[in-house]
């Protein structure tokens, strides 16, 4: 069953189109890959997606629901989460704290979440997601402390608290080292085989052509072929793309 479907998507900017009638879907389980190169169209893609941007043309579902110029909030509460090639974390809170946020929440205003007493049982679910991403021991620690990679960890961590059937994962090795690249790697591997399904932007070959099942590629707002690892690597045109030959 498809998990996510985009279908014939299209986003201008005046006169740029930034998506050409982008058309993609992610099944069930699987971890797929979005790749092209520097301005492509992939961020606006998850852009549209989300719920950030609306579409001038096409249609977005999720669990075979339509999604398309609905709000962030009701696409997420929907069951999508996304990362950021950028950590969003709050600095000043504690990686607890910010995984505590992360939680399912309506009607709530953001002072609710932070000062209210949180019960025991997700006291408890944040605390063994924040284990399982490796940072049990940073747990009390301000998320600003953190390296990039571990707030990277930290946004895993938070993903696992919203509980989403999809994750969209933008860049999640990009500025990391290459222990915690690996762990990284592991974690969204592990968090696979529980049933979570992956759609993701990476810019590191290696990374992306070892962990996911599927891959898109995307240049100018068109995509280009779909395929699994090996046939996109011996492509033509996704070789043209990225090396100009």
Known sequence: MEALRVEGLTKRFGGLVALDRVTLHVNEGEVVGLIGPNGSGKTTLFNCVLGFYTPDEGRVYLKGEEITGKSMESICESGLYRTFQLP???????????????????????????FRKSSRDLVRRATEFIKFVGLDGLIEEPAGNLSGGQQKLL????????????????????????????EIKKLIGEM?????TFLLIEHNMEVVMDIAERLYVLDHGILLTEGNPEEVRNNDEVLEAYFGR
């Open 88 to 114: 969003r974390a709050f600095p000043e809170l504690t990686v607890l704290q910010n995984v505590l946020i992360s939680q399912s929440h309506r009607r709530e205003s953001l002072i609710d979440i932070l």
């Open 192 to 196: 696979n085989e529980s049933g979570r």
């Open 155 to 182: 946004e895993l961590a938070s993903a696992l608290m919203k509980d989403p059937d999809v994750i969209l994962l933008d860049e999640p090795t990009g500025g990391v080292n290459p222990t915690l690249i690996n």
